[in-house]
């Protein structure tokens, strides 16, 4: 397989945050087939939107043009998800800073095998603290489909509290809007 290389890739796959169950990194090249099989899972169509990820080159132009450049830009993104046991992937969780939003928001995804074992409260509780602790985030924010249940209870369960319901970009209806202070 043909995939791009980009600079310090090695970097890439150092450890940002554990959990007792948990260990959450930098996405890289090698995660490519892992991303292909979550983004074509149809929640993540119904809930998230087609990424148009349909190759494992294309997995990794989504890694690379996604959660690396968000690395290297704001010093955060998306991170993968692995049972730190077995290093199974599992999901991805983490921060995206998107244009039509004043502050980062925190995003995940997990493959549909591995819901209701409380592995997304565990991450996204970890990345929220990482977020507050570590990056020094006063604010953060989180956009969900408005069919989305489970995630809006997720974001209750960390602390996040619906706000207003918003316009995103490329999406046929608003999204719900959540925070966790006001700014």
Request: charged share 25%.
């Amino acid at each position: 397989m043909d995939v791009p290389l980009w600079p310090d890739q090695n970097v890439e796959s150092v450890g940002v945050i554990e959990t007792g169950r948990l260990s959450l990194r930098r996405l890289n090249a090698d995660d490519a087939e892992f991303i292909l099989e979550l983004l074509n899972e149809p929640p993540f169509i119904q809930n998230i939107g087609d990424r148009g990820v349909r190759t494992p080159a294309d997995a990794a132009l989504y890694i690379l043009n996604g959660p690396v450049a968000s690395y290297e830009k704001h010093g955060f993104g998306l991170y993968l998800v692995e049972l730190k046991a077995s290093r199974v992937p599992i999901g991805i969780c983490g921060f995206l800073k998107r244009d039509f939003l004043d502050d980062a928001d925190i995003g995940f995804a997990f493959l549909q095998r591995f819901w209701s074992q409380g592995y997304a409260h565990e991450a996204a509780s970890a990345v929220m603290q990482h977020g507050r602790n570590v990056l020094g985030l006063k604010r953060i924010l989180a956009v969900t489909a408005p069919d989305n249940p489970s995630s809006v209870r997720l974001l209750a369960k960390i602390g996040l509290r619906f706000d207003k319901m918003i316009g995103t970009p490329g999406a046929e209806e608003p999204g719900r809007l959540f925070t966790s202070d006001a700014p």
